[in-house]
């Protein structure tokens, strides 16, 4: 991912919306609106981008926190061009979340 570039997967989920902006090298301050099942609420953190290899790969940190609760995680995504100008995103990586959504740590492949 190029120093700056808008990564768009939230904005691509169902009942999501979402405003992310750069504030530093390689960091953004995101806000994220979810709705989905019984997790409602808005969502506020930063988001780190590390060992990027662009175009095929980057790491990805988060924290964030909001009404519905807290979040810290972190996963290694790889991407892959597909036909017609499509990208297959592939991840794996740990999240841990505390407050009514939480009390647990999953990971997900």
Known sequence: METGARPRSAGNLPAWHSSLHLIGENEYEAEI???VGPIVGVF???I???????????????????????M?????????EQADHRTLMKYEGEVANWGP?????????
Do not use: A, M, W, Y
Request: charged fraction near 15%.
């Open 101 to 109: 959504i939480g009390g647990s740590r999953s990971t997900h492949d």
């Open 44 to 46: 506020s953190g930063r």
């Open 48 to 70: 780190l981008v590390s060992n990027e290899v662009p175009p095929e790969s980057c790491t990805l940190t988060v924290e964030g926190k909001g009404k519905p609760g807290f």
């Open 72 to 80: 810290n995680g972190n996963g290694n995504v790889q991407l892959s």
């Open 33 to 35: 609106n979810v709705h």
